[in-house]
């Protein structure tokens, strides 16, 4: 059983920069960060695997970075640049099996956080 939560959402202005992290308990090989507007399909924001590998939205390359701190078990997204657009609840998802292809897949994990809140104000 795997058990996540995510910390560090909030209100910024736009170009602002927040940083989001997610404990877990458990064995975690693939996590990802997935994200909800209202009235929007859940979208896969970022990624990593256990060896490192990530992969990013095409809408938030060069703005978002995943990481991973091994020894906390958390993953973290640091998000700069903030745009009105990237605003939506932010959810952590993992899973105990290693990404099978890029991690974009809301499919792959069968665990997920409850979710936190970003708002980016013009």
């Known amino acids: 059983q795997v058990q996540l939560q995510e910390s560090g959402g909030g209100s910024v202005q736009s170009g602002g920069s927040l940083k989001l992290s997610c404990a877990a308990s458990?064995?975690?090989?693939?996590m990802g960060w997935f994200r909800q507007a209202p009235g929007r399909e859940r979208e896969g924001v970022a990624s990593?695997?256990?060896?490192?590998?990530?992969w990013y939205a095409d809408s938030v390359k060069g703005r978002f970075t995943i990481s991973q701190d091994n020894a906390k078990n958390t993953v973290y997204l640091q998000m700069n640049s903030l745009k009105p657009e990237d605003t939506a609840m932010y959810y952590c998802?993992?899973?105990?099996?290693?990404?099978?292809?890029?991690?974009?897949?809301?499919?792959?994990?069968?665990?997920w956080g409850p979710g936190t809140q970003v708002t980016v104000s013009s």
């Open positions: 998802a993992a899973d105990p099996i290693e990404c099978d292809y890029d991690g974009r897949d809301a499919e792959e994990y069968g665990y």
């Open positions: 458990g064995d975690t090989r693939c």
């Open positions: 990593i695997n256990a060896d490192g590998r990530t």
